[in-house]
């Protein structure tokens, strides 16, 4: 009876946040609603053994490795074309917070995972050259789903098409040719969650996207 009722509360937090996402698709609490609610399901049981499949993501689950928070003003100090200081300037010049993500008590794999994943996801925007629109946003999950499997990229792509395709259906082809190339992508790549971004902040961003295997598609990069 109890295993009953924790599945349910776990069903109703994740049905909250896709409701509310659909109202509101900037409501970054609903997406991590939506991820905590599926976090002891068996998809998400299978993703992590997924991951510790791939080479080097495991050895990173076994370590929990994390990173403390970015310095943004000495990342701001190192060469332009570095990936901290494009990090730095990405996140100063768009006003966003670097520690913007729900926290995680880390207990175990899953809970490690969420959190390195919420950790490093503008690294991730800007290692594949995603914007922060709602189309990019959308391709970037189809890009984590080969990296991670991440059940709640699943989630957000399916309502994410559905909310496209009555309301504006004018983007609906733009999205899934972004999600197809993104999805492409982020199965030819090397696994991201093996990375230690944070050791290596000096390293050019073209240099990162040629050792993990990045090939961005000229018409499908920001402005």
Same mark, same amino acid.
């Given at each position: 009876?109890?295993?009953?009722?924790?599945?349910?509360?776990?069903?109703?937090?994740?049905?909250?946040?896709?409701?509310?996402?659909?109202?509101?698709?900037?409501?970054?609490?609903?997406?991590?609603?939506?991820?905590?609610?599926?976090?002891?399901?068996?998809?998400?049981?299978?993703?992590?053994?997924?991951?510790?499949?791939?080479?080097?993501?495991?050895?990173?689950?076994?370590?929990?490795?994390?990173?403390?928070?970015?310095?943004?003003?000495?990342?701001?100090?190192?060469?332009?074309?570095?990936?901290?200081?494009?990090?730095?300037?990405?996140?100063?010049?768009? $006003?966003?917070?670097?520690?913007?993500?729900?926290?995680?008590? #880390?207990?175990?794999? #899953?809970?490690?995972?969420?959190?390195?994943?919420?950790?490093?996801?503008?690294?991730?925007?800007?290692?594949? $050259?995603?914007?922060?629109?709602?189309?990019?946003?959308?391709?970037?999950?189809?890009?984590?789903?080969?990296?991670?499997?991440?059940?709640?990229?699943?989630?957000?792509?399916?309502?994410?098409?559905?909310?496209?395709?009555?309301?504006?259906?004018?983007?609906?082809?733009?999205?899934?040719?972004? #999600?197809?190339?993104?999805?492409?992508?982020?199965?030819?790549?090397?696994?991201?969650?093996?990375?230690?971004?944070?050791?290596?902040?000096?390293?050019?961003?073209?240099?990162?996207?040629?050792?993990? $295997?990045?090939?961005?598609?000229?018409?499908?990069?920001?402005?």
């Amino acid at each position: 009876m109890l295993k009953h009722r924790a599945l349910n509360i776990d069903f109703l937090q994740t049905i909250k946040g896709a409701i509310s996402l659909l109202r509101d698709p900037g409501q970054t609490e609903s997406v991590y609603d939506i991820e905590d609610g599926l976090s002891k399901t068996e998809a998400t049981k299978q993703a992590i053994a997924y991951l510790k499949a791939k080479p080097g993501v495991a050895a990173i689950i076994e370590e929990r490795y994390l990173a403390p928070a970015p310095d943004l003003e000495a990342l701001l100090q190192l060469p332009s074309d570095s990936l901290g200081y494009v990090y730095a300037k990405y996140i100063t010049d768009s $006003g966003f917070d670097p520690n913007f993500y729900r926290k995680v008590d #880390i207990n175990d794999d #899953i809970s490690y995972v969420l959190f390195r994943l919420r950790q490093t996801h503008d690294l991730w925007h800007i290692v594949t $050259g995603c914007n922060t629109d709602v189309v990019d946003e959308l391709a970037l999950k189809a890009f984590e789903i080969p990296q991670a499997r991440r059940t709640m990229s699943v989630v957000l792509l399916a309502g994410g098409i559905l909310r496209v395709m009555f309301n504006n259906p004018e983007d609906l082809d733009r999205l899934l040719d972004r #999600i197809a190339v993104m999805y492409r992508m982020g199965a030819k790549a090397k696994p991201f969650l093996a990375q230690k971004w944070e050791e290596d902040w000096e390293k050019p961003l073209s240099r990162w996207r040629e050792e993990l $295997g990045v090939e961005l598609v000229d018409r499908y990069i920001p402005s």
